[in-house]
């Protein structure tokens, strides 16, 4: 079955304690962190994933979209990520791997992600290390964009190229998802669906993610 993760950028930031409870029958929780450099927007960092660590025990998903990652994914970790994925076009490759080992030496998952213009391909070198590939389906950097169609194709490559490897990796898909564009990414292979808007705006958000699920 797919997995939900709701996306705590979508969140009244004011009362965060009890939105992460209206939420607590999802997956996981999709904690997003822009720099304003790799991508044109800030969004929040380590003190706010250290509070969030101390009112959920669900996994915490955190999607790095920052610029040179390996310099921070230690102390993500450190403070309570449970799987930490970053930009493959965020540094070069030898950072690259560096980032993702030291995140899987720490004991946590690693992923990467793919920007919409960016190739699944780019990340089939590191798939030895890999324990989530992240589709973007809408330009990093802002929440409530419009699903780009295109990231079908990309999904389903994901797909096999997961499959083609044996690495049993998760394909996660965000931007864009909803009703309709959640049951076209799990028909193109995607395993984890990444919801903001959508679940935070629901007046039944358990409801909301069940449907996302496909079980409604």
Same mark, same amino acid.
């Given at each position: ?29 999709? $904690? ?5 450099? $790799? ?17 959920? %025990?669900?996994?915490?998903?955190? +999607? ?21 994925? $970053? +930009? ?53 950097? $802002? ?16 797909? %096999? ?33 990444? %919801? ?21």
């Amino acid at each position: 079955m797919v997995k939900i993760a709701p996306s705590l950028l979508s969140a009244d930031f004011t009362r965060l304690d009890r939105e992460i409870e209206s939420i607590k029958s999802c997956d996981l929780l999709h $904690f997003d962190v822009m720099d304003g450099v $790799f991508v044109p927007n800030i969004s929040f960092g380590l003190p706010v994933l250290r509070a969030v660590r101390g009112v959920t %025990a669900l996994p915490l998903d955190v +999607h790095l979209m920052i610029t040179r990652p390996i310099r921070f994914v230690e102390r993500f970790c450190e403070l309570g990520a449970d799987i930490v994925t $970053f +930009h493959v076009e965020a540094d070069e490759p030898e950072n690259i791997r560096g980032a993702l080992l030291k995140i899987r030496a720490l004991g946590k998952k690693a992923g990467l992600s793919v920007k919409p213009a960016t190739p699944v391909s780019a990340v089939e070198p590191y798939a030895d290390l890999l324990d989530n590939i992240l589709i973007m389906a809408v330009e990093p950097g $802002f929440g409530g964009q419009s699903f780009m169609t295109a990231a079908l194709d990309k999904i389903s490559a994901a797909s %096999a190229l997961v499959s083609r490897l044996g690495t049993g990796c998760d394909v996660e898909v965000d931007g864009g998802v909803n009703r309709e564009t959640a049951r076209l990414c799990r028909e193109a292979g995607a395993t984890v669906l990444v %919801a903001g808007s959508d679940v935070f705006r629901a007046p039944d958000r358990r409801a909301e993610i069940e449907f996302l699920r496909g079980q409604l």
